[in-house]
Nanobody, 123 residues
Framework: QVQLVESGGGLVQAGGSLRLSCAAS????????MGWYRQAPGKEREFVAA????????NYADSVKGRFTISRDNGRNTMYLQMNSLKPEDTAVYSC????????????????WGKGTLVTVSS
């Protein structure tokens, strides 16, 4: 069992930055590909970014490429999402995801989910 706890959400003006963190329990963090997903009000959950078990490979949704950076520290059991040049359409609950068998990019393949942290971007 892996428990995931997100932090770092909040209210920010358009053009600003936030850094989300995802802290994982347990000693098997490096066994999981990790990802960030988001869900805006009235919309389905969507993929944002994913990172491989070693941290060498990353994937991003087209909507965040060039603005968001995903990273992980396996020694600290923590994953991060640096979000720059935020836009009002980035407003959503951002959830951390752990994928035991895949690459973290497929929502139906996620093994564990965090509860999420709210990011609100004002115009």
């Amino acid at each position: 069992q892996v428990q995931l706890v997100e932090s770092g959400g909040g209210l920010v003006q358009a053009g600003g930055s936030l850094r989300l963190s995802c802290a994982a329990s347990g000693r098997s963090f490096s066994r999981y590909a990790m990802g960030w997903y988001r869900q805006a009000p009235g919309k389905e959950r969507e993929f944002v970014a994913a990172i491989s078990r070693s941290g060498r490979n990353t994937n991003y949704a087209d909507s965040v490429k060039g603005r968001f950076t995903i990273s992980r520290d396996n020694g600290r059991n923590t994953m991060y999402l640096q979000m720059n040049s935020l836009k009002p359409e980035d407003t959503a609950v951002y959830s951390c995801a752990a994928d035991l068998t895949g690459d973290g990019t497929v929502v139906n393949g996620i093994t564990y989910w965090g509860k999420g942290t709210l990011v609100t971007v004002s115009s």
